[in-house]
């Protein structure tokens, strides 16, 4: 029996673990050490680490926790993450046989241009790219990667528990109720993440059915958000126009 569990790092990183009853466990996007040593401490065992981008908020932990518990380390090809990781791209399989699990690598370009995602055993590893009821900032990427990325990604099955990189629901919420004004299984799951963050539980992960269901960048295609662009004059027929605005919106969006 796996037990799926994240680490909060810095604000609002998400270090997500899987361990087993004896915790072997493995590691994702340790972005600092300290919160990875403690679990360590009390008795989890890394056996892998699995890095979905190079900022530093997500790898930033990795050397620090490599000389105190040696593990294979797997991460996308790019030089701006630094030491020896087993390097894996597009069409990869990464086993744990320590756990008995395994991930498919997707390249999900867009965030960045070389992010990728680690999907297997149910889960979905999407560091910045997808966000329950939002989707990461574009720093390197084009609308049309980012929007491919997003498709790719919602393609996965529905059962899919979403294990995102950041603790971003709640003000992504507050957009997603701007980009699509009538959404009531997206109020249900607002009201969802309410509860669980006033008891100090985090949101996520969630699910793929549920962010197809509920979240904008999902849903360019919807007459909901296609109805809030227009009334900003950004309605297209191009669906890539669609989202590169519905992403503009959102990176100027206060409220
Ligand atoms: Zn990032
Ligand atoms: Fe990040």
Known sequence: MLSLHPLLAFSDNYIWTIADGDGQALVVDPGEAGPVLRAIDAGLR?????LTHHHPDHIGGV?????????????????????????????DRVEVPELGIGFDVLAIP????????????????CGDTLFSLGCGRMFEGSPAQMLGSLDRLATLPGDTQVCCGHEYTEANGRF?????????????????VATLRQAGQPSLPSRLDQERACNPFLRVDSAGVRAS??????????RIERFAALRGWKDGFAG
């Open 176 to 192: 997603a109720r701007a980009a699509e004004r009538d959404n009531p299984a997206r109020d249900r799951r607002l009201a969802e």
């Open 110 to 125: 867009g965030h960045t241009l070389t992010h990728i995602a680690f999907f297997g055993a149910g889960l979905l590893f």
């Open 229 to 238: 662009l227009g009334a900003r004059g950004e309605d297209s027929a191009s």
């Open 46 to 50: 890394p056996v892998a680490i699995l």
């Open 63 to 91: 050397a620090e926790l490599l000389a105190r518990w040696p593990a294979p380390c797997y991460a996308p090809e790019d030089a701006r993450i630094p030491g020896e990781p087993v390097r894996v791209g597009d069409g």
